[in-house]
């Protein structure tokens, strides 16, 4: 497997991963971008649009990872300052603990992938992306095995199985956690 980031090159495959048979091209990966109301409510092409043009703009978005040279998985990792909605108010925060910080937000993994390990590859594939950008943490938004929503966020032991620890929560099914580099 072989993990890349996001670039403009690389929108096709990602257009193409989104829009295959269970794809997220509902959501494009926007969920907790900044967004306005109306773009919001116009649906998935303004999703879309939003996200291509973050990519276009060399924002960073997220990483793919390649079988061959096919597109088969998704994470979202970014600077947190570039998501908004990650973290509510059930979380403390004086702001001086976001600097530096990249976060995971979701995971998109195409059905033939998954229950082989590939969330572990994608967060040690993230980890890396963010550590070659200068993060000194990153952050991530699990939640429990019995949790109702929230599941492509990644589950609590799969991060807890990676260094990751507990410092709040996001709501009420959201755990914060974060590795320190």
């Known amino acids: 497997m072989k993990f890349f980031p996001a670039t403009p090159d690389r ?22 971008r900044p967004m306005s109301s109306a773009d919001r409510r116009a649906g998935a092409p ?3 649009q939003a996200l291509a043009q973050s990519i276009a ?19 979202s990792i970014a600077p947190l300052e570039t998501y908004t909605n990650l973290r509510t ?7 001086s603990d976001t600097e530096n910080v990249w976060s995971i937000a979701c995971f998109y993994i195409r059905s033939a992938y998954r229950r082989q390990g590939m969330t572990t590859q994608l ?4 980890i890396n ?12 938004y699990p939640v429990d095995y019995d949790s109702p929503s929230y599941s492509y966020m990644g589950r609590i032991g799969t991060f807890e199985r990676l260094g990751f620890q507990e410092v709040g929560m996001a709501g009420t099914r959201r755990h914060i956690m974060r590795l320190q580099m």
């Open 11 to 32: 929108w096709q495959h990602l257009e193409r991963l989104f829009e295959s048979r269970g794809g997220p091209k509902h959501c494009w990966c926007m969920v907790f």
């Open 46 to 48: 303004a999703k879309k």
């Open 57 to 75: 703009a060399n924002t960073p978005v997220g990483i793919l990872a390649y079988e061959a040279n096919e597109p088969v998985a998704w994470c």
């Open 89 to 95: 108010r059930s979380y403390v925060s004086d702001g």
């Open 123 to 126: 967060i040690n594939a993230a």
């Open 129 to 140: 992306y963010a550590k070659a950008n200068d993060a000194r943490v990153v952050e991530a």
